[in-house]
């Protein structure tokens, strides 16, 4: 093969990824814009990380409803839930979710949304399992109660803030 061919084979695969990752950061901005706002109850775990900075690492109080550590239910059944699913969510007057089932396909109803999960050694993964935040803000995110998601009908979601108990913002946003 010639040196020139590599070349355009190169260049077309620089385009490819390019066009890859740009694609993905207009997905996201997009869902940033329009995406459903919902706020999930953290059950927040270790607030630093030696070789990563300051962060917090994040649990979801639905988490052991959507997984609870085992595939088996209160009365030992065999749960039917796959790894990697949704779940449907219910908001309630401030808008924080509450898990109500696993979706199984079915029409969902009034007031209802999905958010996808992913089962990863033996966790629930909403999204992401950390917050990280600038050296020397851990204070600001320590009252953190809630995370704040906007989430697309098909219940892909992104954690864009951390809130307080009354829902307020914490730490600065969007560059602020």
């Known amino acids: 093969m010639s040196s020139a061919v590599q070349r355009v084979i190169i260049a077309l695969g620089l385009v490819l990824v390019l066009a890859a990752a740009n694609l993905t950061v207009r997905e996201r901005e997009a869902l940033i814009a329009e995406g459903a706002p919902l706020y999930l109850e953290l059950a927040p775990v270790d607030p630093r990380s030696l070789m990563q900075g300051d962060y917090m690492r994040l649990r979801f109080a639905i988490d052991p409803l959507i997984?609870?550590?085992?595939?088996?239910?209160?009365?030992?059944?065999?749960?039917?839930?796959?790894?990697?699913?949704?779940?449907?969510?219910?908001?309630?007057?401030?808008?924080?979710?509450?898990?109500?089932?696993?979706?199984?396909?079915?029409?969902?109803?009034?007031?209802?949304?999905?958010?996808?999960?992913?089962?990863?050694?033996?966790?629930?993964?909403?999204v992401t399992n950390a917050w990280f935040f600038q050296e020397g803000t851990a204070e600001q995110f320590a009252r953190a109660r809630y995370g704040e998601f906007r989430v697309a009908p098909n219940g892909q979601a992104l954690l864009v803030a951390l809130r307080d108990q009354d829902l307020q913002v914490l730490g600065k946003q969007n560059g602020q």
Do not use: C, T
């Not at 029409?107 to 999960?117: C, R, V």
């Open 67 to 126: 997984w609870p550590g085992n595939r088996f239910g209160a009365m030992g059944q065999v749960l039917d839930r796959p790894p990697d699913g949704s779940a449907v969510i219910r908001r309630d007057a401030r808008g924080v979710g509450v898990f109500d089932r696993i979706h199984k396909g079915e029409a969902l109803g009034p007031g209802e949304s999905l958010i996808q999960y992913r089962l990863r050694k033996h966790e629930v993964r909403i």
